[in-house]
């Protein structure tokens, strides 16, 4: 794809750069606050959720691990909907540790939703969700995170490590996409 395709689908900047690094900075403020002198450990949902990741635990001012893991979700007209395979697993045995889970979005709420269940079949000694995007109009199962940063309306975004077809992960900023 050429820089000019590439771009030609930039339909509009919807949260600039500024207004992530400063939403992301008064969360993390809290959140230093609140976990202070706990075992955190930061999961990250592979790959939509690496670049919020970065920001978020430089962010942090307390002590933290983290880890990584990724999942594939299968929605309706699959075998099972909702099922969520995971393909790449935490390296942490989690019982020993208050865990923060760090989204990219929450759209139908399958995704999330199944991989709490599975974290918390593992007895982490708390579990809280934190997700960058939340799109409550498109949401199929129930779900609510702890934290959201933005609420944004029913619109496919591109940016911020979120991918039209793998591209447009690299963009500082969120951005709507030119269907
Ligand atoms: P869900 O909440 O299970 O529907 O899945 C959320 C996942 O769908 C996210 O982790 C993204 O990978 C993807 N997704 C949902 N909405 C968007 C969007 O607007 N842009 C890019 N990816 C999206
Ligand atoms: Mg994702």
Same mark, same amino acid.
């Given at each position: 794809?050429t ?10 900047v ?22 202070d ?7 990250s ?9 970065a ?39 989690i ?17 999330? *939703?199944?991989?709490? %269940?599975?974290? !918390?079949?593992?007895?982490?000694? /708390? #579990?809280? =969700?934190?997700?960058? @995007?939340? *799109?409550?109009s498109? %949401?199929?199962? !129930?779900?609510?995170?702890?934290? /959201? #940063?933005? =609420?944004?309306?029913? @619109? ?14 690299? #963009? ?8």
């Amino acid at each position: 794809m050429t820089t000019q395709e590439h771009d030609s689908k930039i339909k509009r900047v919807i949260i600039s750069e500024k207004e992530i690094q400063e939403k992301i900075k008064q969360v993390c403020a809290k959140i230093s606050k609140e976990y202070d002198g706990k075992p955190v450990l930061l999961v990250s949902v592979l790959k939509g959720a690496f670049v919020f990741m970065a920001d978020f635990c430089r962010a942090l001012t307390i002590p933290i691990e983290l880890d990584f893991m990724s999942a594939s979700s299968y929605g309706a007209g699959t075998v099972s909907s909702g099922t969520v395979r995971i393909d790449f697993d935490l390296k942490h045995d989690i019982s020993n540790y208050h865990v923060i889970i760090i989204e990219d979005i929450i759209d139908t709420g399958r995704t999330l *939703k199944e991989i709490v %269940r599975i974290l !918390e079949n593992r007895h982490p000694l /708390s #579990l809280k =969700v934190v997700t960058l @995007l939340d *799109k409550p109009s498109r %949401r199929v199962v !129930e779900f609510n995170a702890d934290e /959201s #940063l933005f =609420v944004i309306p029913d @619109l496919f975004v591109i940016g911020y490590g979120l991918d039209y077809n793998e591209y447009y992960r690299n #963009l500082p900023y969120i951005a709507e996409y030119e269907e």
